[in-house]
């Protein structure tokens, strides 16, 4: 489970991310949505270890993110919004590179780059140099290099940027697979139809302040309209 309990962090006098609460339980997708500004990457950030929280608990499998970091660290794979790869080095040479720093032996690694294989297709273009990538290419190998190491929560944010209609398919088909192997996926996206098609659980989020959090059939069902109309008026209605 990821649990969030209480979670703050200050930019100054501004809040960013302003008493957040939210418990996922494995098997689970979790949609993070909210305008420009809203607290979103802040709060990803912090999943990841690369902010520390002002204050609150976040606990990640049962550990404790900022008492135990480097078990953290072993635990989640994390793509942000605009993901670094090494140029010079070839797609399956960056993907070996990430899987030693997590002292993966040879044959898992084959092993794990063949099933991302099936679901990105990387084709031949896996033995050419990064720097003659397209930006759907680059894309799809971040996501692979945040899941080559088998983490327990995988973070990320706009997932979908770049991607042609069949490549963010398969990138759908891999998450959904992903996470009923007992994992998590958290994810961060301005595509609502996105978090509508896939997600187990919502979260808008607003001025740093979690406004809702549940699953998006009842939502839309009970509204009887769609996550985006639902969403512009929660906006709507905090300004």
């Known amino acids: 489970m990821l649990a969030i309990k209480d979670l703050k962090k200050y930019y100054g006098k501004v809040r960013a991310v302003d008493g957040v609460n939210i418990e996922i339980p494995e098997k689970s997708i979790f949609?993070?949505?909210g305008p420009n500004g809203a607290g979103k990457t802040t709060t990803i950030k912090i999943l990841a270890t690369l902010l520390l929280p002002d204050e609150g608990e976040v606990k990640i499998g049962g550990i404790d993110l900022v008492k135990e970091p480097k078990k953290i660290k072993k635990l989640i794979g994390y793509i942000p919004d605009t993901p670094f790869l090494y140029e010079k080095l070839t797609g399956r040479e960056f993907l070996q590179f990430v899987s030693e720093l997590f002292y993966i032996d040879r044959k898992t690694f084959k092993r794990r780059l063949s099933y991302l294989d099936d679901y990105l297709a990387f084709?031949?273009?896996?033995?050419n140099l990064v720097e003659s990538y397209s930006h759907g290419m680059k894309q799809r190998v971040a996501i692979a290099s945040s899941l080559i190491h088998d983490p327990y929560l995988l973070l990320?944010?706009?997932?979908?940027?770049?991607?042609?209609?069949?490549s963010a398919k398969r990138?759908?088909?891999l998450f959904k697979d992903f996470a009923t192997?007992?994992?998590?996926?958290?994810?961060?996206?301005?595509?609502?139809s996105l978090a509508e098609d896939i997600a187990?659980?919502?979260g808008v989020i607003n001025r740093g302040k979690l406004i809702y959090r549940g699953n998006p059939e009842e939502l839309t069902s009970r509204k009887r309209e769609n996550l985006e109309e639902i969403f512009l008026k929660m906006?709507?209605?905090?300004t």
């Not at 084709?123 to 033995?127: F, L, N, Q, R, V």
């Not at 990320?156 to 770049?162: A, F, S």
């Not at 906006?235 to 905090?238: N, S, V």
């Open 31 to 33: 949609a993070f949505i």
């Open 181 to 192: 192997g007992g994992k998590i996926v958290f994810l961060s996206t301005h595509t609502l």
């Open 156 to 166: 990320i944010d706009e997932p979908m940027v770049g991607l042609d209609p069949l």
């Open 171 to 173: 990138v759908k088909d």
């Open 235 to 238: 906006i709507a209605e905090q």
């Open 200 to 202: 187990d659980m919502v």
């Open 123 to 127: 084709g031949d273009w896996i033995d």
